[in-house]
């Protein structure tokens, strides 16, 4: 059967594809769209033919990534076709940080698009779709509003598809790192009030959530009104989330170096449901780069609050972001990068060629901008440094007893995969009843991305088991 032609009461029920690009922050506020857009009638589909609404959650952060939307409009601009050849209607919006930047410019390049919204504005869906279907131009809203999203969104949202789950208390950026578009896209930093956060983490939690990962642009510069009216940073925050029953696992992600105070660093060696892994990019080795960077650190800094972390929790594993050619680095700044990876050794990490941002003040570094060849030779080199680590520290895993939330099927027949709580993902041969629950695995395979090996007990257990404290690469 043709999916336009469903009658009766299933025709009152719309379908709703989202397809969302980049950071977590976008995969929270896909689940918050299509929680608002739930009382319209749109159901989520994993399919963009036939839907009845396609919304792209775009990512703006380097040129590739906005570029990919066009192709994808490209794509869909069929499928709505063909939706309307079969008498339906397929209404396109471009949701997310691309929207932000180009605004009504993408209708412009793309005539077919019905709303571009920026990611302040999704809580105003309701209207916008009426606006859209009923009016005959295209809607844009890429307004910061006075109002918070977060206080209009439903109460009931956030019902959460698994064991782990992402909740957002922080957004925005005041950095201004020179090569990044976030404090354009995003706007200015802002923390939903405590209140708010702790309730949304206990109403994941009461429908099964063991595992919340807390994010913001810039998480550990959270600072949230509390009903006494003080302010609480993310390490107080994280302290009370701990208290809720049956959280067993708390995360945070992403965070700036300046903002690691001792109560966050404090929290690492004193809460064990904090886990032992801390994404904190550093972005270049180079005092000189960090500068023009404008990230208000040097190597040192970093080495020295990575010390600091560790000798809190021992056991930490360390994750980051890299960027190589940034304009004006030489060999010497890159050969800096390379010193600072091996000095510090990652679990995992991600690297990105220098890509220039339209407005942002790298971009118009004239003549410093670093040749695409040298760009694409030290991205090479520092990959393989940072996989090198990758494969290292994942070989320290094997014989070790981790705890594993899985959280997903895997490929294969009766296969469950889960993260550790270094973030690795685990392939286990184990009974589907086990899904979303934290069993202990011994490991005895180690391979670039992944671990594998046998559950040791199916028992439940509300506490991370703590693996044992030794020192990794
Ligand atoms: N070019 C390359 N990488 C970038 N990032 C942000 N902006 C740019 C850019 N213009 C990277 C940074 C950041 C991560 C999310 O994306 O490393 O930490
Ligand atoms: Fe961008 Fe820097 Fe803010 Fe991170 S801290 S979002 S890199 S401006």
């Known amino acids: 059967m043709r999916k336009g032609s469903l009658t009766g009461v299933t025709a009152l029920k719309k379908k709703l594809f989202i397809k969302t690009y980049g950071c977590q922050m976008n995969v929270y506020d896909s689940d918050r769209m299509a929680d608002v857009?739930?009382?319209?009638?749109?159901?989520?589909?994993?399919?963009?033919?036939?839907?009845?609404?396609?919304?792209?959650?775009?990512?703006?952060?380097?040129?590739?990534?906005?570029?990919?939307?066009?192709?994808?409009?490209?794509?869909?601009?069929?499928?709505?076709?063909?939706?309307?050849?079969?008498?339906?209607?397929?209404?396109?919006?471009?949701?997310?940080?691309?929207a932000q930047a180009e605004g009504a410019e993408i209708m412009m390049r793309a005539p077919h698009v019905d709303m571009v919204f920026g990611p302040q504005t999704y809580h105003q869906l309701p209207e916008m779709v009426t606006r859209a279907v009923r009016g005959a131009g295209g809607v844009v809203n890429t307004d910061f509003p006075v109002e918070s999203k977060f206080d209009l969104l439903p109460e009931e949202s956030a019902k959460p598809q698994g064991p782990a789950a992402f909740l957002s208390v922080q957004e925005g950026c005041d950095k201004f790192c020179t090569f990044c578009v976030v404090p354009y896209t995003?706007?200015?930093?802002?923390?939903?009030?405590?209140?708010?956060?702790?309730?949304?983490?206990?109403?994941?939690?009461?429908?099964?959530?063991?595992?919340?990962?807390?994010?913001?642009?810039?998480?550990?510069?959270?600072?949230?009104?509390?009903?006494?009216?003080?302010?609480?940073?993310?390490?107080?925050?994280?302290?009370?989330?701990?208290?809720?029953?049956?959280?067993?696992?708390?995360?945070?992600?992403?965070?700036?170096?300046?903002?690691?105070?001792?109560?966050?660093?404090?929290?690492?060696?004193?809460?064990?449901?904090?886990?032992?892994?801390?994404?904190l990019p550093v972005q270049s080795g180079s005092d000189r780069i960090l500068a023009a960077m404008n990230r208000k650190h040097t190597g040192d800094d970093y080495r020295?609050?990575?010390?600091?972390?560790?000798?809190?929790?021992?056991?930490?594993?360390?994750?980051?972001?890299?960027?190589t050619g940034f304009p004006g680095e030489t060999d010497q700044d890159f050969a800096d990068t390379l010193r600072l990876i091996n000095d510090i050794g990652f679990a995992q990490a991600y690297s990105f060629k220098y890509s220039a941002r339209p407005g942002t003040p790298a971009a118009s570094l004239e003549g410093r901008q670093v040749d695409e060849k040298v760009k694409d030779e030290r991205l090479q080199a520092v990959q393989q440094l940072l996989n090198a680590q990758q494969v290292a520290f994942n070989q320290t895993m094997i014989g070790r007893t981790l705890s594993v939330l899985f959280d997903r099927v895997g490929k294969l027949d009766g296969q469950l995969l889960g993260r550790s709580a270094y973030m690795q993902s685990v392939y286990v041969q184990a009974p589907a009843r086990l899904m979303g629950q934290m069993v202990e695995v011994h490991i005895t395979g180690a391979y670039a991305n992944?671990?594998?090996?046998?559950?040791?007990?199916?028992?439940?257990?509300?506490?991370?088991?703590?693996?044992?404290?030794?020192?990794h690469a």
């Open 37 to 98: 857009l739930a009382p319209l009638g749109y159901e989520p589909t994993d399919q963009p033919d036939g839907a009845d609404m396609v919304i792209l959650n775009t990512c703006h952060i380097r040129e590739k990534a906005s570029e990919k939307v066009y192709s994808e409009l490209g794509r869909i601009r069929h499928l709505q076709n063909e939706k309307a050849a079969d008498g339906g209607r397929m209404v396109v919006a471009v949701a997310g940080c691309v």
């Open 450 to 471: 992944s671990l594998s090996g046998h559950v040791v007990t199916a028992e439940t257990v509300t506490q991370p088991a703590r693996p044992a404290v030794e020192a």
């Open 186 to 279: 995003r706007g200015s930093e802002y923390s939903r009030p405590v209140g708010q956060v702790l309730n949304e983490a206990r109403r994941l939690v009461s429908h099964g959530v063991r595992e919340i990962t807390l994010l913001g642009q810039n998480v550990n510069a959270f600072h949230g009104e509390a009903a006494d009216g003080s302010v609480w940073g993310l390490g107080r925050l994280i302290r009370e989330l701990a208290e809720i029953d049956g959280l067993a696992r708390i995360r945070y992600t992403t965070s700036h170096p300046r903002d690691m105070d001792d109560d966050l660093i404090d929290a690492h060696g004193t809460v064990p449901q904090l886990m032992p892994f801390l994404h």
């Open 304 to 323: 020295r609050l990575i010390d600091r972390l560790r000798a809190r929790q021992p056991d930490l594993a360390l994750s980051s972001d890299f960027i």
